[in-house]
């Protein structure tokens, strides 16, 4: 039986343990931490259960494709709650806005803050619903293969469908004339740690997997859809170390062989599929390549807040808009510096699942985009940050947070870089920004190599839960192809 390793237990990872697996592959996932999920993961502190990571699903299907794969079906394993209001944005001067899953309630909230965009809001969607038709297949779908991908003659034909000359905010502008439309579709970018002002329009294809397909919260929390990954790999017989980190990947010639592990123990495998950061990847697990120098996506600085009040205003999901949005991304991508007046997420998950919290209380997931990490040091800002945050959450209506606060867990960009290895903490690898780093990421087959891969965010087709797990579908697919070849 060929033998493949998988280094990292991330979302990537797991899939393409399971994909292996169930076409009888023997795989062995070898993880550094003491949990599978990477950066899907849990604290639980103090009475109160907090995700870390990602807090919204989309595009469920590929989930279900992928335990279909193992034999499973998605609804006897995980609950997904469609949430009423996917997210209740606010900003600065008190004007709110309930982005309601459904269509109806949806253009009702746009016509009562912004009525002259409503026409333009279906015109957006419909720009945005082109560029999936015409992008999901060949960037998303199938595996991506650098510039034979790009010339099929068919992305040729829909390439100005796919808007890359524009920027997400240029393409925005073009549909609404409201600030906070403007705003509010411009912040999609930062989907993949990218900022509106240099990502190309393309991604405005985030917006309609949103709102046309819709978003989702997995019921007990996030994490839940790690350990059920997790399981259904070991159902299917992976094996899973955990607490093995992977110093470097062999090669004889140009074919890897297994890898070394940190403990100096050397693995075989017929193929290796790398999971960890593909930057990271590149630097320290692979032979040295001349790898282009990319500007990195944003890292995240995080609050897990357990709070000994309500505040009823707070849905699930919640984002306080900066006044000043050009201004954040300067500071980040210019300046290497946290805003001084962030936009900030707030996600309440015992708005879900009530157990999340005590009874009366709340679990506040906090988080702000940050640079990654350069010159800021941490150790000595993150205080004053944290301060700063609480202190624009109080003035934008959470009263007395400061002195609420029961619980607190705070995450810097070194807290992201060391728990999962992501390079310089940053969440997305290279930020998309301008057209090669947005359309040719690391490659998923390193350049003059054979017998190994890399899948997850920092790689094709890119970051965000479905995404990464197609990414795994891609990793397996080639090391069945090369096994079987
Ligand atoms: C704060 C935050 C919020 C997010 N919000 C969302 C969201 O709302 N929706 C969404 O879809 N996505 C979101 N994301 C992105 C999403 O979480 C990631 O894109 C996805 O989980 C990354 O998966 P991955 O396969 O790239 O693996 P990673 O999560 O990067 O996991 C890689 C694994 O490899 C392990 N590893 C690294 N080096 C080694 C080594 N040398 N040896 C052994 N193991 C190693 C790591 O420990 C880790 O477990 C968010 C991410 C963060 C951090």
């Known amino acids: 039986m060929k033998h493949v390793i998988v280094v990292g237990g991330g979302l990537g990872g797991l899939a393409a343990a399971i994909r292996l697996q169930a076409a009888g592959v023997q795989v062995t996932v070898l993880e550094k931490n003491a949990r599978v999920g990477g950066k899907m993961n849990l604290v639980q502190r103090d009475g109160f259960t907090f995700d870390t990571g990602p807090s919204l699903l989309t595009m469920p299907w590929v989930i279900r494709d992928l335990l279909a794969c193992a034999g499973r ?131 405005c294809i985030i917006p309609y997997v949103e709102i046309a397909q819709g978003g989702w919260y997995v019921k007990g929390g996030m994490y839940q859809l790690a350990r059920t990954l997790e399981q259904v790999a070991v159902e299917q017989g992976v094996a899973i170390e955990l607490n093995t980190a992977v110093a470097q990947v062999t090669f004889s010639g140009q074919r890897a062989t297994g890898v070394r592990l940190a403990s100096g123990e050397q693995r075989r495998a017929d193929y290796v599929i790398v999971n960890a950061d593909a930057l990271y990847a590149l630097d320290e697990l692979l032979p040295p390549t001349k790898a282009p120098q990319h500007q990195l996506s944003c890292s995240g600085f995080v609050l897990l807040l357990g709070v000994q009040r309500d505040y009823p205003q707070l849905l699930h999901h919640n984002i306080f808009f900066a006044q000043d949005y050009p201004a954040e991304f300067r500071a980040i991508f210019e300046q290497g510096l946290p805003a001084a007046d962030p936009t900030i997420y707030v996600a309440a998950t015992a ?78 690898g290279p930020a998309s920004h301008g057209l090669q780093a947005a359309f040719l990421r690391p490659a998923n087959r390193p350049p003059g190599t054979r017998g190994v891969a890399l899948v997850g965010g920092a790689t094709h087709p890119g970051g965000g839960i479905p995404l990464v797990l197609l990414s795994g579908k891609a990793g397996a697919r080639w090391a069945w192809e090369e096994l079987n070849g």
Not at 97 to 124: C, K, M, Q, T, W
Not at 127 to 155: K, N, V, W
Not at 419 to 427: E, V
Request: with cysteine.
């Open 73 to 203: 079906d998605l609804d006897d394993l995980l609950t997904l709650l469609p949430l009423a209001v996917a997210c209740r944005y606010r900003w600065p001067d008190g004007t709110r806005l309930d982005a309601h899953s459904d269509l109806a309630a949806l253009v009702a909230e746009i016509e009562r803050i912004a009525p002259a965009d409503v026409a333009g809001f279906f015109r957006f969607m419909a720009f945005a619903t082109r560029i999936y038709q015409a992008a999901a297949e060949p960037f998303l779908l199938e595996p991506f293969s650098g510039l034979r991908t790009m010339l099929q003659p068919r992305l040729l034909r829909d390439v100005l469908k796919i808007a890359p000359l524009q920027t997400v905010d240029q393409a925005v502008r073009r549909y609404f004339s409201s600030p906070y439309l403007r705003q509010l579709f411009d912040r999609y970018a930062t989907y993949n740690g990218s900022s509106p002002y240099s990502s190309p329009a393309t991604f």
């Open 351 to 428: 708005r879900s699942d009530p157990d999340h919290a005590p009874a009366g209380m709340l679990n506040l997931f906090v988080l702000v985009n940050a640079p990654a990490l350069g010159k800021v040091d941490w150790n000595h800002a993150a205080a004053g940050y944290r301060d700063l945050v609480v202190r624009r959450l109080e003035a934008h209506g959470l009263a007395e947070l400061g002195r609420s606060i029961v619980s607190e867990t705070i995450l810097t960009p070194y807290d992201l870089q060391t728990m999962t290895n992501a390079r310089r903490g940053a969440l997305y």
